[in-house]
């Protein structure tokens, strides 16, 4: 069974992407996992963001205490989030409201994932340039761990060709080469801050 920390390192990922990917493998975690993210995703939309602004139409029962309706309207609101992240002019109709962050912080409410961090993360990435000898060896620690983790995976996967690899493996082992260059662009960039800081000191 799939679970949430055997994860890509989401390099190059859009958010929705990422938010994708979580609530794609959130039904492997627990009976109902669906039902329940859309159910918290309606509540967090519609609370926060009045009627006459939302992009999204969600399907509210008139009585909530009906659970026939409800769970009639939840069907139907998990067609709309299917729909939203399946389909790019769908999701550019609602990109104002920024559906997603609902879903995601939907998900992180029941499921406590972290996606909320990793999304921080990538909108405002730290921007820290090792330059002390224990951040250096940190810096060279996680690069030989990210390289090493992606050329051992491209030797499993780039055997016998890539047409019998499935499109989940291929996503990730993608997902780890951009995390090494990444990493490899840390290198360059503490050279370069080094570089920079001994012109200025002339």
């Known amino acids: 069974m799939k ?23 959130a039904w492997n975690t627990m009976n109902g996992a669906k039902r329940a993210i859309i159910a918290k995703t309606v509540d967090l939309y519609t609370s926060e963001i009045a009627e006459a ?38 999701r550019s109709k609602h990109f104002r409201d920024n559906l997603e962050i609902f879903v995601a912080r939907a998900i ?13 993360q990538k909108l405002f990435p730290e921007d ?4 002390t000898q224990d951040q250096l060896d940190e ?4 690069t030989n761990s990210s390289y090493t983790a992606a050329v051992n995976d491209c030797v499993r996967v780039f055997r016998n060709g890539l047409t019998d690899d499935s ?36």
């Open 53 to 90: 602004y939302r992009t999204v139409k969600f399907n509210i029962p008139k009585n909530p205490e009906d659970g026939d309706e409800f769970l009639q309207c939840n069907k139907k609101n998990i067609k709309v989030i299917d729909d939203f992240f399946a389909d790019n002019s769908v």
């Open 108 to 120: 992180d409410d029941i499921f406590d994932t972290g996606i909320c961090e990793i999304l921080k």
């Open 3 to 25: 679970v949430f920390s055997m994860r890509p390192s989401f390099h190059g990922y859009s958010s929705s992407s990422i938010v994708k990917w979580y609530y794609e493998r």
């Open 167 to 202: 499109e989940e493996d291929l996503q990730i082992l993608e997902s780890k080469l951009l995390s090494a260059r990444q990493m490899l662009d840390k290198n360059v960039g503490a050279i370069e801050h080094e570089l920079e800081r001994r012109k200025t000191e002339k």
């Open 139 to 142: 810096l060279l620690t996680e």
């Open 128 to 131: 820290l340039i090792p330059h």
